[in-house]
């Protein structure tokens, strides 16, 4: 029986670009996720409630705004004191290279720059709930 992963796909802040959020989205529903769009210029505590009320698996930022430190850190911050820090994270958007190791210690399980392909992000989800459901 396939599991099936639920992702919340965020926007936060005051970026008003989500061609890619969107393309992200549908790649993960295709690949047999069920997927909940919040829309734009959500704020971390709106997106971290709809995780929590959806039952959410994942949660998916897409961060174009130069902001993601703040953002991804509030995110991981609100889902600690909800007790919901077993929803991982993961984003991308236009993150320098040099964040990310700071992004990983903080708790984001995956980062994806521009470039990166929807396989590759579908896969890593798929690879990523495969090992989590043997554990």
Do not use: C, N
């Amino acid at each position: 029986m396939a599991l099936m992963i639920r992702i919340v796909v965020g926007k936060p802040g005051l970026d008003g670009h989500d061609r890619g959020a969107k393309i992200v989205a549908r790649a993960l529903r295709d690949a047999g996720h069920e997927v909940i769009y919040t829309g734009l210029h959500q704020t971390p505590e709106q997106i971290v409630e709809t995780a929590i009320q959806e039952d959410a698996d994942l949660i998916g930022l897409s961060v174009l705004s130069g902001a993601h430190m703040t953002l991804f850190r509030k995110l991981i911050e609100l889902l600690a004191e909800r007790d919901a820090s077993d929803i991982v994270v993961f984003g991308g958007g236009i993150i320098p290279e040099e964040d990310i190791p700071v992004l990983t210690e903080i708790g984001v399980a995956k980062v994806f720059t521009p470039g990166a392909t929807t396989g590759e992000i579908t896969g890593w989800v798929s690879e990523h709930f495969a090992q989590g459901a043997e554990a």
